[in-house]
């Protein structure tokens, strides 16, 4: 049975041991790290051993997606978000995490594709193959950045995290284009009503799920099913383990998609 995932900061002011536990009393089999230091959060590769010691494998990290448009510009920011980047791939290497996601760009007036960005980008594919952590571009607003770098960079460790949320609210959807599906690593599954990221749980706003899911089956992908759903608009109403119950369903749900409920499409 293909295992469910929930990215670890869900919405409640919770430490993150106690959001791992709960996580895992839900049902769910995985995780999703943020891999930044926030707070008095202990480190991610902390975090990381935490989940395992509670039977949680670690899906996937992200990482911090601050100066993202410098990555495309000359200068120290740039440099500095590619060292980090650098450093994120050897600490993920050291404790078992084998996907780390990345932003590309940052909003609609992103800076173009450059030269400079490209190269720092060859560097990090080409650390992401000797640490043997695969580097996952994620789907944003607008996709040219990511189809570009998708085209550019073939290799084995690097592909794509699929963001239901950015593609359901984007101008110009993208739906695991047909030469991009087979390169599927990631996923941040959560819902809107079209208009905005409103990180909902799933079947809660307007996406087709019937849709995603039968693409997501014919990819090819086996990994975790995850969340990346929040709990702003559902707090008021329930505590944190019963909008964790709910995410559950909804997750359960989506599993019972991928497992043939709709034909493939032609």
């Known amino acids: 049975m293909r295992p469910l995932?929930?990215?670890?900061?869900?919405?409640?002011?919770?430490?993150?041991?106690?959001?791992?536990?709960?996580?895992?009393?839900?049902?769910?089999d995985a995780v999703m790290l943020w891999w930044g230091r926030y707070g008095s959060a202990p480190a991610p590769w902390k975090q990381a051993e935490?989940?395992?010691?509670?039977?949680l494998s670690v899906a996937s990290a992200h990482f911090p997606d601050d100066s993202c448009n410098a990555l495309w510009l000359s200068g120290g920011e740039g440099e500095e978000r590619l060292s980090r980047l650098l450093a994120a791939l050897t600490e993920c290497a050291g404790v078992g995490v084998d996907t780390l996601v990345f932003h590309l760009t940052d909003g609609a007036a992103a800076p173009p594709l450059s030269s400079i960005g490209l190269s720092r980008l060859q560097t990090a594919v080409e650390a992401a193959r000797r640490c043997g952590v695969r580097l996952a571009f994620e789907n944003l607003r607008y996709p040219w950045h990511l189809e570009e770098v998708l085209d550019r960079f073939p290799e084995?460790?690097?592909?794509?995290?699929?963001?239901?949320?950015?593609?359901?609210s984007s101008p110009r959807p993208l739906l695991l284009p047909g030469r991009f599906r087979r390169r599927l690593l990631a996923l941040h599954l959560h819902d809107n009503d079209g208009g905005s990221d409103q990180h909902l749980l799933p079947f809660d706003g307007s996406?087709?799920?019937?849709?995603?899911?039968?693409?997501l089956r014919e990819s090819g992908y086996t990994g975790?099913?995850?969340?990346?759903?929040?709990?702003?608009?559902?707090?008021?109403?329930?505590?944190?383990?019963a909008f964790l119950a709910r995410a559950y369903r909804a997750a359960a749900?989506?599993?019972?998609?991928?497992?043939?409920?709709?034909?493939?499409?032609?």
């Open 5 to 28: 995932g929930l990215y670890l900061w869900f919405g409640y002011e919770l430490p993150p041991e106690r959001s791992l536990s709960l996580i895992r009393a839900a049902g769910f």
């Open 50 to 55: 935490e989940a395992r010691r509670l039977g």
């Open 156 to 168: 084995e460790h690097a592909g794509l995290c699929y963001d239901s949320g950015h593609a359901f």
């Open 207 to 215: 996406g087709d799920w019937a849709a995603v899911m039968r693409m």
């Open 224 to 241: 975790p099913l995850c969340l990346e759903a929040q709990a702003q608009v559902y707090e008021s109403a329930l505590d944190a383990p």
């Open 253 to 266: 749900r989506l599993r019972t998609l991928t497992d043939g409920e709709y034909p493939p499409s032609p």
